[in-house]
């Protein structure tokens, strides 16, 4: 018997477990028994790869992501009282196939009352190379009034205006990164930029307050509590009280 390999092979860069790779084929000139074919694999790679012992059919036996060519050996054997046997490789070549990018996003913060300026990096990582692997970057929702702008090419995430922390502490932006030469391939995240406190504010009283103390009152008796509000935050909005004496003309 002798092997004979029936077609040239190009395989996926990605492929699940069970994906038919190629068929393998050996004629046999004998007849009934003798010329009855069993297939098998053996060799470095055998592990990677399975073949159905009677069709010749080769399976993967795990996902695949590789990118140097396998060598795989076959061997066939008949099922004759003395057995005939050959054997032959297989080149397995490995193509790309695009792959889904994947969104990393750094923590984004910026300064309220800052000009327009960078703001953070947005990353979309993608197995794939060549072609394959150019992205385009685009924010697809909670950009209200055009405040965020990013890069298309490099995902650089800047703002065009000043941001007031007291009006929006917050803001939850959806980015896209499509792959150029397949939109279909595309990955989104939450991008959630914080706007972080100036001491821009000054404190301010709620209120007029008005007390009465009676003129016999004891050194120390509380006249009245006062409170006040600042917009700012954390150590900004800390509040020292004091009193200065205002002459009232009469």
């Known amino acids: 018997s002798w092997l004979h390999l029936t077609e040239l092979l190009f ?14 084929k050996a ?10 074919l069993h297939y098998s694999l053996y060799g470095p790679s055998a592990d990677l790869f399975s073949i159905d012992p009677y069709s010749g059919t ?10 140097e060519d396998v060598i ?3 061997h066939v054997e008949d099922a004759g009282e003395n057995p005939k046997y050959d054997f032959t490789t297989v080149s397995i070549r490995f193509q790309n196939v695009s792959e889904f990018p994947e969104i990393r996003v750094d923590p984004c913060e910026v300064f309220e009352n800052s000009p327009p300026s960078w ?7 993608d197995a794939d190379s060549g072609i394959y692997g150019t992205v385009q970057y685009n924010i697809t929702e909670g950009n209200m009034d055009y405040i965020f702008i990013i890069d298309p090419e490099n995902g650089l995430l800047s703002t065009t205006a000043s941001l007031d922390r007291e009006n ?7 980015v896209e990164a499509a792959e150029l030469d397949n939109p279909l391939h595309k990955d989104r995240a939450t991008v959630i930029v914080s706007v972080l406190d100036r001491n821009d504010n000054a404190p301010r009283f709620a ?5 009465e103390v009676p003129e016999d009152a004891p050194i120390g008796q509380t006249v009245i509590q006062v409170t006040s509000t600042d917009d700012d935050t954390d150590a900004y909005a800390g509040i020292n009280y004091s009193i200065r004496v205002i002459a009232i003309p009469y």
């Open 11 to 24: 395989f996926w860069f990605l492929s699940l477990t069970g994906s038919v790779v190629c068929a393998v």
């Open 27 to 36: 004629t046999d000139e004998d007849i009934e028994m003798n010329a009855e």
């Open 58 to 67: 080769v399976f993967t036996s795990a996902a695949l992501r590789r990118t």
């Open 72 to 74: 795989l050996n076959v």
């Open 119 to 125: 703001v953070c990096d947005v990353l979309a990582i």
């Open 168 to 174: 929006i502490p917050e803001f939850n932006l959806t």
């Open 207 to 211: 209120q007029i307050f008005i007390s």
